[in-house]
């Protein structure tokens, strides 16, 4: 895709915020803020982000600040972009800063999850803080797909999807990201592709279990496969459209977390079938495993919605009620036989 230079500020500087960044200072004038001041000092200095990427060297031309306002600025106009890389926790503090801004026109996040205490996705969380603010002049999005940060700092190659109501604002962001090693695709399904991005955390604990459990191929495919039964029916319930889970942020970013070592989600399933207590898996992690922080949240609207997902209950109550991952995988085998296209 041909590109002119953009102005881009990305708000997080987390393994995925940082990795972005690197990768989007190929072609554009890039800021990469984070609240650690010591944190982006230290990055300024080395060109690594030694807590969340340690040993991957960031693009030379990729600059730091740990002053918000700045970093705003910088992506302030109808040209610039304000990509909010923090967890679900952090959108709506951040969004709000962004909207008192003024200068600011184009903002997309990364985030995937639903808020835990409402169960909203994303963009009703951005919706809200606009309506307070009062900004109508905002084109919002979310950048999701398949996509791990070690792996896109690297170079390899990934493809992404851009979802928005906003035309403008997915051309923008391609314009923005839609080079070198990555590609990235338009929607605008903002339900479909946020359900995806969310649910398949969840997912990704189960199959990491399975696999924990050491049941085999057969048992993960057969979990992958009904697993995206549930994200569909789910997110068809909400609003979303069934082709959206057939795509990147559906079928394929579910493939990935569920069976990539990398994921966090896959990890903290692993490490509860040998065994770990909840607490310590996520001590020693060091990273956010948005399926745990989610997972009731899921829960209970699919309850709300009259959704039948037997694999996200079943998590739940391993991560929540102290249900032995052998007991939880012995009740999924027990389940009744019936339609492969029931709903």
Known sequence: MLNTRMRISVLGAGAWGTALASHAAQSHDVVLWGRDANLVAQMAATHINALYLPGMALQASLHFSADLQAALDHAAGDDGLAVIASPVAGLADLARTIAAHGGVRNVIWLCKGFDPETSALPHAIVADVLKASGRTDLAVGVLSGPSFAKEVAQGLPCAMTVASTSEALCKLTQRGFHHHAMRVYASDDLVGVEVG????????????????????????????????????????????????FMGLTGMGDLLLTATGDLSRNRTVGMQLAQGRSLDDILHSLGHVAEGVRCARAVAALARAKGVDMPITFTVCEVLFEGLAVAKAVERLLQRDAKSESAR
């Not at 398949?200 to 199959?207: D, E, S």
């Not at 459990?213 to 057969?222: C, E, P, V």
């Open 197 to 244: 991005g969310a649910v398949k955390n969840v997912l990704a604990i189960a199959t990491g279990a399975a696999d924990g459990l050491g049941l085999g191929l057969n048992a993960r495919a057969a979990l992958v496969t009904r697993g995206l039964a549930e994200m569909t029916r789910l997110g068809l319930a909400l609003g979303g459209r069934p082709e959206t």
